[in-house]
């Protein structure tokens, strides 16, 4: 077995159908008396919801979290959470509204309640996004990992069928990756490969039927698992791809995700076999390069787009997204460098067309 090391991350989470009842516990535990709420204007109501159990340990409501935390919002976020004197900051919803509670604790240390209503995973890391001028700068703080984090299936209920799909895949991604990680380790593994398995079992009765409580469990109970594994390790070639795609051509971040992840598969195929037999086993898929063909047939199967064209990339664009996806390019079990502009250009245009991967 090769050398690892394992850093255990201080969050405490909280998972069931109905958990939301335990929030009042939860502020105690972390000694907070007035919780800033944040949502997205569309989640509002939810936030309403969850500012009402909490009566007069509500400091107020901050419902304008958009995608990508742009610097003035997060600006405005904590001037709010100062003037109302609040001393912990509770985010109901996906990765935007995580990411605005991270800004905001990156600033002050208040400590941040997630309450995820996605598979994006963002709670259960210490990174951080922030945007400004046009510019997403991300690091990591361990300021900005949720203290505690509720899982609550039931507040997924509504989370659209075709978001719930592209959330899954964007969370599969991350344990895909994690995978083949240059620092992973064998809990991160195991936590990995379980939840590629609960998220792929869990897609076709979320389509079936949107509130079926169970299949909503189980894409919860994965979008933990692959979670924790973005926030333990190393991420590669995919993400990088994603975040190249997501923020210079402004694609929607978990159908960039979905297109990618089976294209950025087949290319590392070769060079971590591994991780593909693991990937390819947690989904049930068989045969060759069946990790990459089997997560395309999920997303496919499952109503999800496969195709860059088919979310609003240019074709007329896919050559600067080489030139950028290969300039401080990060490690990859297959090198990625100028000499791979090449074959990146010819992955983009697989995944521009949706090419399936044999
Ligand atoms: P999102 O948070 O932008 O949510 C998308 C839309 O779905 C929003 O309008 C939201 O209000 C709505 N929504 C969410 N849950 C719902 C529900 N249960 N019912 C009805 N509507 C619901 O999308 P996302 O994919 O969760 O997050 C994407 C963002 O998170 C990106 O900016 C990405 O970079 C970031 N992210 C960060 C990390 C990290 O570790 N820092 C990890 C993953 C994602």
């Known amino acids: 077995m090769k050398e690892f090391i394992y850093n255990g991350q201080p969050s405490r989470v909280v998972f069931g159908a109905g958990a939301l009842q335990h929030l009042e516990r939860e502020i105690e535990l972390l000694g907070a008396r007035k919780a800033l709420v944040l949502s997205t204007p569309e989640q509002r109501d939810q936030a309403q919801r969850v500012a ?4 007069s340990r509500a400091a107020g409501i901050f419902a304008r979290a958009v995608m990508h935390v742009p610097i003035e919002t997060a600006r405005e976020a904590r001037e709010e959470a100062r003037r109302l004197g609040a001393d912990c900051a509770i985010a109901i919803g996906g990765g935007s509204t995580t990411g605005l509670g991270k800004a905001i604790a990156l600033d002050s240390g208040l400590p941040i309640l997630a309450i995820p209503t996605t598979y994006a995973g963002s709670e259960m890391t210490p990174i951080y996004g922030i945007t400004e001028a046009g510019l997403k700068k991300t690091g990591r703080d361990a300021r900005v990992l949720p203290r505690t984090v509720i899982y609550d299936p039931a507040l997924t209920l509504t989370l659209p069928v075709a978001l719930s799909v592209t959330s899954g895949m964007n969370a599969i991604a991350h344990a895909a990756e994690g995978l083949y990680a240059q620092d992973s380790n064998p809990v991160m593994d195991l936590m990995a490969e379980e939840g590629i398995r609960a998220i792929a079992q869990a897609l076709p009765g979320i389509c079936r039927r949107a509130d ?4 909503r469990g189980e894409a919860l109970y994965g979008a933990w698992l692959c979670g924790s594994v973005l926030g333990n390790v190393g991420m590669a070639l995919h993400h990088k791809l994603c975040h190249t795609l997501g923020g210079s ?8 995700h979905t297109v990618v992840l089976p294209q950025a598969m087949a290319f590392n195929a070769e060079a971590a076999p591994r991780a593909m037999a693991r990937i390819a086993r947690a989904l049930g898929a068989t045969g060759r390069g069946s990790a990459a063909a089997g997560l395309f047939d999920l997303a496919r199967d499952n109503g999800a787009p496969v195709a860059l064209k088919d979310i609003g990339m240019q074709a007329s664009d896919l050559d600067r997204a080489a030139d950028l996806a290969v300039q401080n390019p990060y490690w990859n079990p297959r090198p990625i460098g100028q000499a791979q502009r ?16 044999d």
Do not use: K
């Open 52 to 55: 009402d159990r909490l009566g």
């Open 212 to 215: 079926d409580m169970g299949a």
């Open 249 to 256: 051509f402004n694609l929607p971040h978990a159908e960039v």
């Open 342 to 357: 090449g074959e990146i250009r010819q992955l983009l245009q697989r995944a521009y067309e949706g090419v399936r991967p």
